[in-house]
């Protein structure tokens, strides 16, 4: 039972550059989440899912994109990488949209160069 | 948008001591998540409260939704070194559909 598996764990780009960040979730839950972490930023929300076949913006959602390919994966796409975007990326879950806990993966360490 | 206060950013404390940090909001909230984030690592949680009032426990710590819905606490007690990391409050208003997140509270703990 793995939980929530995201995948890279680095990966380092050039300006321009475009890559798709992985996350998979074996918990059966209906709602996935993208967030991004900066030093003294706390979690800022990118995209949600509430549920299979729904996306939705959160607070940062420019120069991103996300597919909800299933229940269990929820991918995060940057079509063209800039230095603005190197942080740390987590997926997490929810078994719904309220009165849940969430479940965060390990996370994935991007660098934009 | 929303937004909660977390405090203190930061709290050095020898081993042995008692911590409590806090997270206030603006708005009333349903929800209230506590937690904890080592180097490295993804945000792990710690207590979740769903009810004004509610007193709950996970071993040595104790967090509280407060009574107004627009507060929460997390207390440690007798730190122990494992406790250093980062602790995060997450919480969602009545009627939202996202969790929003304080912005941590770095604990280091001196032996």
């Known amino acids: 039972n793995a939980g929530v598996t995201q995948t890279p764990k680095f990966q380092v780009l050039k300006t321009g550059q475009s890559m798709t960040l992985q996350c998979a979730q074996d918990?059966?839950?209906?709602?996935m989440y993208w967030y991004r972490q900066d030093p003294g930023m706390g979690l800022r929300l990118i995209y949600y899912s509430a549920s299979e076949g729904t996306t939705d913006k959160g607070e940062v959602p420019n120069g991103y994109n996300v597919s909800r390919l299933n229940k269990r994966e929820f991918s995060l796409r940057l079509e063209s990488a800039a230095p603005s975007q190197t942080s740390v990326y987590f997926c997490?879950?929810?078994?719904?949209?309220?009165?849940?806990?969430?479940?965060f993966g390990q996370g994935t360490r991007l660098t934009v160069v | 948008g929303q937004q909660l206060n977390q405090s203190p950013q930061s709290m050095f404390i020898q081993e042995g001591e008692d911590v409590s940090m806090n997270c206030t909001s603006s708005?009333?909230?349903?929800?209230w998540l506590w937690y904890k984030q080592d180097p490295g690592e993804g945000p792990v949680l710690l207590i979740a409260l769903y009810k004004a009032g509610e007193l709950t426990s996970n071993g040595r710590l104790t967090a509280q939704f407060g009574i107004t819905r627009k507060d929460s606490f997390l207390n440690i007690s007798a730190s122990i070194p494992s406790d250093v990391g980062i602790y995060f409050c997450?919480?969602?208003?009545?009627?939202?559909?996202?969790?929003?997140f304080g912005q941590g509270t770095r604990l280091t703990i001196n032996p």
């Open positions: 997450a919480g969602q208003a009545q009627g939202a559909q996202k969790l929003v």
């Open positions: 918990m059966n839950h209906n709602s």
């Open positions: 997490a879950t929810r078994q719904r949209l309220m009165n849940t806990e969430a479940f």
């Open positions: 708005s009333i909230f349903n929800t």
